[in-house]
T-cell receptor, first 113, second 113 residues
Framework: GAGVSQSPSNKVTEKGKDVELRCDPISGHTALYWYRQRLGQGLEFLIYFQGNSAPDKSGLPSDRFSAERTGESVSTLTIQRTQQEDSAVYLC???????????FGPGTRLTVL | SQQGEEDPQALSIQEGENATMNCSYKTSINNLQWYRQNSGRGLVHLIL???NEREKHSGRLRVTLDTSKKSSSLLITASRAADTASYFCATDRGAGNNRKLIWGLGTSLAVNP
């Protein structure tokens, strides 16, 4: 079956511009996570959606970052007024109901010039 | 934010040798998971060990968990060049909507042919 997909795979933008990253989770997965991974580093939690519950936004680094999810499907992560320190790979993962393993997408590599 | 810590940061071995990586954490956990990340297949779940388990096997992988020491180890036996990757431990903490995985910084493993 189809795994988690993310688009675009690469995004180069200029400082100050807004970007929107998309994640399509595995069908039927109720939990969806966004992470940021800087070069050579581990994963930094950003936000967590679980079904129709209010998302856990505790990892968002600033108010320039926001995310939405339509029901239990597609999610978009928006970064406004991008800064050079936002350059990283943004990973999306999903989990099935009652499952603890996370299934990851290939990531979006964001470069802010 | 709290994170698991893997050691060593980097490990280089010859094909056929065993590789051992360790992970330490600071708070109580629901389970501990190991993931592998390489450029070819992205981030992939390897094995999950629950807080009430002490050892688990999957193929050439052996994971141990010592909750009294808040540590885990991942052993890869008879390593292959294809095992070259970064290995991350992730601790599952919290409950309900606050439940999340906290990631370590990873161990970079190089298996030389």
């Amino acid at each position: 079956g189809a795994g988690v997909s993310q688009s675009p795979s690469n995004k180069v933008t200029e400082k100050g511009k807004d970007v929107e990253l998309r994640c399509d989770p595995i069908s039927g997965h109720t939990a969806l996570y966004w992470y940021r991974q800087r070069l050579g580093q581990g994963l930094e939690f950003l936000i967590y959606f679980q079904g129709n519950s209010a998302p856990d936004k505790s990892g968002l680094p600033s108010d320039r970052f926001s995310a939405e999810r339509t029901g239990e499907s597609v999610s978009t992560l928006t970064i406004q007024r991008t800064q050079q320190e936002d350059s990283a790979v943004y990973l999306c993962a999903s989990s099935p109901p009652g499952g603890y393993e996370q299934f990851f997408g290939p990531g979006t590599r964001l470069t802010v010039l | 934010s709290q994170q698991g810590e893997e050691d060593p940061q980097a490990l280089s071995i010859q094909e056929g040798e065993n590789a051992t990586m360790n992970c330490s954490y600071k708070t109580s956990i629901n389970n501990l998971q190991w993931y592998r990340q390489n450029s070819g297949r992205g981030l992939v779940h390897l094995i999950l060990i629950r807080s009430n388990e002490r050892e688990k096997h999957s193929g050439r992988l052996r994971v141990t968990l010592d909750t009294s020491k808040k540590s885990s180890s991942l052993l890869i036996t008879a390593s292959r060049a294809a095992d070259t990757a970064s290995y991350f431990c992730a601790t599952d903490r919290g409950a309900g909507n606050n439940r999340k995985l906290i990631w370590g910084l990873g161990t970079s493993l190089a298996v030389n042919p």
